[in-house]
């Protein structure tokens, strides 16, 4: 079963209670969340402040992806704030497993992620050790970045070494220029969480906005 996870990064931020409603009514599974912070990506986004005022208006789980530098200094404050699923960036991580294992120690799904110019192999020795795997398929920074095919071998490359290991219940999750043209790819390729700002949030109508992604990844 593909997943939707709708990136707040596309919504309004003067009306972020609504847009998650908005989006959780239109059969979203996932609310996923942007942190950056000027460092490891050249954006600044949100923090915990925002993950908790969020909370109350959803019951969907909060994916809170952390594109910043030493991210194991504010998972405590994330947990706290009611991140369901925290993603570290793979290149961000000098003690990655240590970072994964913080995470999980709060109760929380952890995941990994990994730019367009980093190897899949980087995240090979951790993959027991994680719930999700995050393959970019856009550098991180921006929403509404096109997609990047180069990534996909990837995604192929790291569903092999999950089946290989028998760990079925890790989940692949792309973000990045996911629209109805790409999703039928990385779906294909083995991707089963598929983040999407601008293709949801850039539409009126967010329910067929979330029908169409996912219905072009199950054909
Ligand atoms: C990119 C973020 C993405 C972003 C995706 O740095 O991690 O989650 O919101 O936006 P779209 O779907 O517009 O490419
Ligand atoms: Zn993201």
Known sequence: MI???????????????????????GGADWIHVDVMDGHFVPNITLGPAIVSAIKPHTNLPLDV?????????????????????????AEAC??????????????????????PATPASAVQEVLADVDLVLVMTVNPGFGGQAFIPRTVHKIRQVRGWLNE??????????????TTETAPLV????????????????????????RAIRSSAQN
């Not at 910043?68 to 993603?87: C, H, N, R, S």
């Open 94 to 115: 000098t003690h990655l497993h240590r970072v994964i294992h913080m995470i999980k120690e709060h109760g929380i799904k952890a995941g990994v992620a990994i730019n």
């Open 165 to 178: 290991a028998s760990l079925f219940d890790v989940h692949i999750e792309v973000d990045g220029g996911v």
């Open 3 to 25: 997943k939707i996870a709708p990136s707040i990064l596309s919504a309004d931020f003067a009306q972020l209670g609504s847009e998650v409603s908005a989006v959780e009514a």
């Open 187 to 210: 779906a294909e390729a083995g991707a089963d969480v598929l983040v999407a700002g601008s293709a949801v949030y850039g539409q009126k109508d967010r329910e067929a906005a979330i």
């Open 65 to 89: 992806h952390l594109m910043i530098e030493q991210p194991e200094a504010y998972i405590a404050d994330f947990a706290k704030a009611g991140a369901d699923v925290i993603t570290v960036h």
